[in-house]
């Protein structure tokens, strides 16, 4: 009957409240799928902060936590959640016995012992929240982290000068001026970015060997001074959007080939640059291939994605370790992430939408 | 791509003008000074060694024992095609492999990419900095944290599966994501997931490229949401998802780390972590074949050529370009 003395009332209503449904039900839906997605990582940062003891305790508790320990006439026992009457009190466990324990009362004292008749070995232990920041401290000093690091920034800033600069004056030809087959030459750029690298590297490797640049950085590093296809395309696509008009003018003003490309085309390539910067150098920190065939036998130069890897060969058992080593090597790019993630999104979504 | 044809005709109308021959050859000039460090690399970094691959192809040539070459002809060829079951193996792996990572790794990103395009999805900003998040944890580092969440025995995977939905996946009877064959290809997914922030971003690209005025006649005749999705969201972003498709595909010709630090391309379990990737890596900067290693890289090459020919082969049957028709 409702239904029928305000039907306008009903279908007003009724979307708005369906809108917010919808919101609620989107939004959480989203934030399971981020929860799931992003465990592994809640994982790392749990184990991080474990003790070995904790780890190697089946039941222990899956945040970083240590047993609790109670002193009791000078002398230190574990706590244990034990069950009386249908509640838990949390006891230390005092004198052990297969089939009866005497148990103290923290909070209590006074009271004495208390006998308990049942298997202490059947109860949990107590925990309670103790994280330990010495892993990351023993990851760091085994891994000598400062050497991989300062490797790693060697090879990222070497190579994005080198990456960005020839880029960008290659962009800048392809841009700007009529050379004969320049449609084909640029064919061949975008060629070389699906190019699989194992097809030129053989010989490659095999002639840095040859002149003695295996086990040193130049054969990464000085490649990347003459710039790679999709560096060059994503420049060339926004060099292409700069208005001709600018470097006309110019050109009238007398200005030279070089002046043009570092004053006017430059500026006005800021975003662009900033995100081939941002990429190239996120390549260069997570190479592994690279580094790891040119850098064989020599651990003085590695990086830290080869050190990492290296790492987990040599402790194995040792997840706590291993978790605060990864989380460790994670922490330069997040930051850089964090502070630059505007530039970078835009340059990811300028190459993909332009092919 | 289609930029660049206007450019070709008119440099060859203006080949033709002799009188403009000052200012032409200026430009070709600056243009070369500006192209050079391009056209040196690409002489020096791929003309060259692609070329020299192949010749190192005909040859019998261990690194280790340089003094030893000799020209052997087809031969490694012949041991490649016919005589060598792990090369076969090897690219069936890699197959199978993408037949599974692929559409996985696909659907993802494309939901994430509907979920950010969503009006009743709110904190977009949030969401969208924390799903990209992992895409900039060093791969390696993240190998080793999938690693451990997946251990059997003191991952969380398997620990929630069995403590809080009541699965028997604890232990060596339980799901053993690292050991078992038959789960590797998943477990090898769920981490390249993780690598999902650049695929995610240029999908939602496109879905923000849609016409709104599609949707909303599509409203007016009554289309469901599901409808709209498959009449209209698909065929519209097809562009995108076939370039994902093209560099997805292309990649997993190459596919080594993540299977090489989980388990130093030894193929466990069971071979099926032989990618070609790995098996070239193995051949040249193992054994340090080069000869053999040279081969197979050409076998990449030629396969991944295949591919990407075959892919722009079926991409008139399928991908929508606005504008053509």
Redesign the interface.
Same mark, same amino acid.
């Given at each position: 009957m409702a239904a029928m003395t305000a039907p306008n009332n009903r279908s007003r209503l009724a979307p708005k409240t369906r809108?917010r449904l919808?919101?609620i039900?989107? #939004?959480s839906? *989203?934030t399971i /799928?981020?929860f799931i997605?992003? +465990? $592994?990582?809640?994982?790392?940062i749990m184990?991080s902060l474990k003790t070995d003891t904790q780890?190697s305790t089946a039941g222990s508790p899956?945040y970083p936590a240590s047993p609790i320990l109670f002193e009791y006439e000078g002398r230190e026992y574990e706590v244990y959640d034990v069950p009386v009457d249908g509640n838990t009190f949390q006891w230390a466990l005092v004198n052990k016995g297969r089939e009866a324990s005497e148990f103290i009362d923290p909070q209590n004292v006074g009271a004495g012992l208390i006998p308990w008749e049942g298997r202490w070995r059947t109860l949990d232990q107590a925990w309670e929240f103790d994280p330990v920041w010495s892993n990351f401290v023993e990851a760091w000093n085994t891994i000598n982290f400062p050497r991989l690091l300062g490797n790693t920034v060697f090879y990222a800033v070497l190579s994005t000068i080198g990456a960005v600069s020839?880029a960008a004056?290659?962009a800048?030809?392809?841009a !700007?001026?009529?050379?004969?087959?320049?449609?084909? +030459?640029?064919? =061949?750029?975008?060629a070389?970015i699906?190019?699989?690298?194992?097809? #030129? +590297? /053989?010989?490659?490797?095999?002639?840095f %060997?040859q002149i003695g640049w295996v086990g040193t950085w130049w054969p990464l590093i000085i $490649?990347q001074?003459?710039?790679n296809g999709y560096n =060059?395309f994503l420049l060339r696509q926004f060099f292409?959007g700069i208005p001709r008009a600018l470097d006309e003018a110019a050109t009238i003003d007398g200005a030279s080939?070089f002046r043009i490309?570092w004053s006017i085309i430059l500026p006005q390539a800021r975003p662009a640059l900033l995100a081939v910067t941002l990429f190239h150098f996120?390549f260069a920190?997570?190479d592994?291939?690279g580094p790891? /065939?040119y850098l064989?036998g020599n651990p003085d130069l590695y990086p /830290?994605?080869v050190g990492?890897?290296g790492f987990?060969?040599l402790y194995e058992g040792q997840?706590n370790l291993?978790?605060a080593?990864?989380?460790t090597?994670?922490i330069i $790019?997040?930051i850089?992430?964090?502070f630059a993630?505007r530039a970078f999104?835009q340059g990811?979504?300028i *190459?993909?939408?332009d092919? | 791509?289609a930029? @660049?044809?206007p450019?070709?005709v008119? %440099?060859?109308t203006?080949?033709k003008k002799k009188k403009r021959g000052r200012i032409?050859r200026e430009?070709?000039k600056?243009?070369? @000074?500006?192209?050079?460090?391009?056209l040196?690399?690409?002489v020096?970094?791929?003309m060259? $060694?692609?070329i020299?691959?192949f010749?190192?192809s005909l040859l019998e040539f261990n690194?280790a024992v340089p003094e030893a070459t000799e020209f052997v002809g087809l031969a490694n060829w012949r041991r490649a095609l016919f005589n060598d079951p792990n090369t076969y193996e090897s690219f069936g792996v890699t197959f199978l492999f993408a037949l599974i990572s692929l559409p996985i790794g696909m659907a993802f990103a494309l939901?994430?990419a509907l979920?950010m395009n969503?009006k009743?999805? !709110?904190?977009k900003a949030i969401? !969208? *900095?924390?799903?990209?998040?992992?895409t900039?944890?060093?791969?390696?580092?993240?190998v080793? =944290?999938?690693g451990?969440?997946l251990?059997e025995q #003191?991952?969380?995977?398997n620990?929630l599966l069995e403590n809080v939905f009541g699965i028997e996946a604890v232990g060596v009877d339980g799901l053993r994501w690292l050991a078992n064959p038959s789960l590797i290809y998943f477990t090898l997914t769920f981490i390249g997931?993780?690598a999902v922030?650049?695929t995610m971003?240029?999908t939602l690209?496109?879905l923000q490229?849609v016409p709104t005025e599609m949707y909303e006649a599509a409203e007016i005749d009554g289309a469901g949401y599901w409808r709209q999705l498959i009449s209209i969201t698909i065929p519209m972003i097809s562009p995108?998802l076939f370039?994902n498709i093209?560099?997805g595909a292309?990649g997993l010709?190459?596919y080594?780390?993540v299977p090489?630090?989980l388990n130093?391309g030894s193929g466990f379990p069971e071979g099926t972590t032989n990618f070609v990737?790995i098996y070239?890596?193995n051949q040249?900067?193992k054994f340090f074949n080069?000869g053999y290693?040279?081969t197979?890289?050409?076998l990449?090459?030629a396969v991944?050529l295949l591919l #990407?020919v075959v892919l722009f082969g079926s991409a008139r049957y399928w991908v929508y370009y606005a504008g053509e028709e």
């Open positions: 809108d919808n919101v039900f989107m #939004t839906l *989203t /799928i981020l997605f992003l +465990l $592994p990582l809640g994982y790392g184990t780890i899956w020839s004056l290659v800048y030809g392809f !700007r001026y009529d050379i004969p087959g320049k449609g084909t +030459l640029f064919l =061949i750029v975008m070389t699906i190019l699989p690298p194992m097809v #030129t +590297l /053989i010989p490659t490797y095999a002639f %060997n $490649p001074f003459f710039a =060059i292409l080939h490309f996120f920190w997570n592994f291939f790891l /065939i064989a /830290i994605t990492l890897n987990k060969g997840d291993i978790q080593a990864s989380l090597s994670a $790019p997040l850089v992430f964090f993630q999104i990811v979504v *190459t993909g939408v092919k | 791509m930029a @660049i044809s450019d070709v008119s %440099n060859e203006k080949v032409e430009q070709i600056w243009g070369l @000074i500006f192209l050079s460090p391009w040196i690399g690409i020096v970094f791929y060259i $060694p692609f020299a691959s010749g190192f690194l939901l994430l979920l969503a009743s999805v !709110r904190g969401f !969208r *900095t924390l799903f990209f998040m992992p900039m944890v060093p791969l390696v580092a993240a080793l =944290i999938w451990g969440v251990n #003191t991952g969380w995977v620990l997931l993780w922030g650049n971003m240029i690209a496109g490229s995108v370039y093209v560099l292309i010709m190459q080594f780390l090489f630090v130093g990737g070239f890596f040249a900067f080069m290693g040279a197979i890289a050409w990449i090459f991944s #990407t």
